[in-house]
């Protein structure tokens, strides 16, 4: 009789208990949520407003409902947007340029962050602080000057045979290979590269890799992480980029995402086509962080450097 | 299969501090040879330069007939075992071991075969689909223990591969490595900072100290035949008792006690009868100290005082404390040894009564002191 009593009680300070914690949790998610929320409306409203006409969307603004698909909503807007501006072309431009900028970054910088991980040499340290140092230059303060470099650089165009001429304006190339060197990138593949025991380097040393090897074979597979981070910042600015592009590129058809925008100020200015614009530039990059996210949360699981 | 030769070899780092003085050493074809020394003194750098991980500032290095100051790690023809395995994370086992196999080239079919070979001898053929972080550390060390086999080289290199392991698996992984060594007939140059490791595995032993290669001989000459008191209080556990004493005719002083010495010490050291009334060393092993109630005809006794005792059935350690000057021997694993206000230790047989505080005679083995010149700290012997 007094057992049960006291293991009825027992059981009930673990349900309260239990109870506690649930509550703990719910209130953890609710903040989450709200989070979430905050950083969600904005997506909401230009998804939903991308649906409705000009009057409407206008009207609603000015309430919650901004946020509530309701009323005439149709894909009229999107078919605007592909009379206004060569939209697919734009995007698939800056897809071609971002994911290019980004491979190519991927490659040469994380061959720069190895080097300066691994070889010593004299000045190394100041080398590697000066390529730091450029990351307080804001592309603002370099455009003018980098635009300079960029109008007297050769290009060799195939013309009627090979003909050599002078400046890159109006090209691709002019909007990727400026910022394929990266200094964050650089920096942040040296930090990570760095912190990879060199044992491991010895070990492939003595196993007879060459240091291309160990970069391959031992320092990429182990730096999943690095590559992910690297890939998100640096996409991000280059689709996101307007002031350069808008400098280097008069010719619509290599213009990239960005400079689309501005074609919806010209004349009378169109909301719901700028909304459906924004959604569908927006598609790619929200693609872009799904993946990378999967593959990054993917290699810390995996790679077990701890080992 | 290759001998290994160090030529009077020197080693300053970039920042000035010289690792190694001077060291010339040859080792054998198919010798396994142990480096041993308290930390710091040089066996990781010594090791690596043989490796080709460390520049040799001056000397020079031999492997086979080969000069190989200036040759690179993977051209050297060595496999190495590292203190904490290095195992590549991103691979698994398979791929661990056959990682250098792939790099020269190997033909597919062949990599596998000697993989599985290594495996089979390792016992590690249920493990060969594993990453290196769902092993065990004794599993790991044999992965490593895999990777230098299986490329079959002319020497292993092992730096402290057994010191991250459990004092059981320490025992059973010795005697592997030694059984795998012997079988293999494949010249070793182990590193350990462990004297039982060093006594139990190395064909020789050679005994580093801050630099300085102080001795290199069979464990049982370095045993019984230390040229000076750091190799004398660094082999042999617990440690050699070092005493200041004084030579006086044919017995010597320790502190206040007086040991008359037999012929025998005099026949096997008669450089000892150059010390007449001089200064030395005399070195005393717990082993040859004994309680001298179980020693009805000893030759010579000391009194003192019960510390401490240590019984580990087979044997209990008696910390006492004698009224002598103790000497210290340059090895900073041997302070720890010694209980606070004791000076001397002994290894008594279990039937001993020894108790704490309690008085107590003790025989000693007169004939296997040993001497040592209070200057130079060399073994007197002829
Ligand atoms: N890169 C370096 N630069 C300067 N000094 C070094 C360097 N590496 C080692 N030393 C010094 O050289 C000496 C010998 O080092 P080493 O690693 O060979 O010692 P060890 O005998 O292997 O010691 P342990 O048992 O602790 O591994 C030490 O005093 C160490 O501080
Ligand atoms: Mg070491």
Redesign the interface.
Known sequence: MKAAKSRHRATTRIATSHNKAAMLLASRYLLLCIFAAFFLFPIVFMVVSSLKPDDQLLRDTSSLRAFIPYGDISLDNYKGVFDRVPAGRFILNSIAISSLTVGLGLIVNSMAGFALSRVRFRGQKVLLSLIIATLILPLEAIAIPLLMVVTELPAISVGDGLEITRGWLNTYHVQILPFVANALSIFLFAQYFGSI?K??D????????SWF?IYR??AI??SGPAFATVAILTFLPIWNGYLWPLLVVQQEDIRPVMLGVAYFFQLNVAWGEIMAYLTLITIPVLLMFLAFQRAFIESVA?????? | MAEISFEEINKVYPNGFQAIHNLSLDIADKEFLVLVGPSGCGKSTALRMIAGLEEITSGKLRIGDRVVNDVEPKQRDIAMVFQNYALYPHMTVEQNIGFSLRLSKVPKAEIKDRVAEAARILELTEQLDKRPNQLSGGQRQRVAMGRAIVREPSAFLMDEPLSNLDAKLRVQMRAEIARLQHDLEVTTVYVTHDQVEAMTMGDRVAVLKDGYLQQVDTPQNLYDRPENVFVAAFIGSPSMNLFEGRIDGSAVWIGDHQIGLPHVVFDRRPGLQDYDGLSVIVGVRPEDLEDAALVPDAEATVSSTVNLVEALGSEIIVHFNLSAAPVDAGDPDAVEEISADANAVGRFDPRSRAAVDQPIDIAVEVASLHFFDMETRLSIWD
Request: glycine residues 14%; aromatic residues 0%; without cysteine.
């Open positions: 025991p044992e491991l010895e070990a492939a040393l003595i196993d007879g890799a090897q074979k031992v597979p182990l995996s790679s077990g450097v701890k080992g």
